[in-house]
């Protein structure tokens, strides 16, 4: 998430505590600064019109993820914030945190997560090449197992436990 905001030069700060999404929510500025979360769907990067991503970019591989991994993502978008990795979940508009999520399991007052939104990086090689695979035969069993595995490693990169880690293990 944080590949293109260091890019750009912009401060970063670290909030761990599980009480700082709640300050957040509250505290949005500081010294005339605006508080954003770089896990939103919707984080404004200040990127030029040439910057945004193709509408039709990646058409037959957002496809295929989204018939792989209906249950699991709301959308497959195209990413402008990524630069070295090849996917990254983000949060919806009004959606929680992956960490507020769990807290509120572990307390028994959310019984599911919410889906959240995969983007890929449209100039990652592994991206390029599932691409090509898609668009050559988005049914494919290894376009599918592909998918599978990129999804797995976006949860891992956001600290979200895998669902089942004897088949990652073997991909």
């Known amino acids: 998430h944080l590949e293109t905001l260091e890019a750009k030069g912009y401060e970063v700060i670290f909030l761990t505590d599980t009480i700082d999404q709640w300050m957040c929510d509250v505290l949005t500025e500081y010294q005339e600064k605006p508080l954003v979360s770089a896990l939103t769907a919707d984080l404004d990067v200040g990127d030029s019109e040439s910057e945004t991503p193709d509408a ?46 769990r807290l509120l399991q572990a307390n028994k007052q959310l019984n599911q997560t919410s889906k959240r939104i995969l983007e890929l990086n449209p100039d990652h090689a592994l991206v390029k090449k599932l ?9 494919s069993e290894e376009l599918t197992k592909w998918i599978e595995l990129t999804f797995d490693q976006a949860l891992i990169a956001e600290g979200s436990p895998i669902s089942d880690p004897s088949t990652f293990a073997k991909r």
């Open 56 to 101: 039709d970019q990646l058409g037959a591989l957002r496809e295929a993820f989204k018939r792989v991994l209906d249950e699991q993502v709301e959308d497959v978008r195209v990413s402008k914030r990524l630069t070295d990795s090849p996917a990254c979940l983000v949060i919806p508009k009004g959606g929680l945190p992956t960490h507020i999520e």
């Open 131 to 139: 691409d090509a695979l898609a668009t050559e035969n988005a049914e």
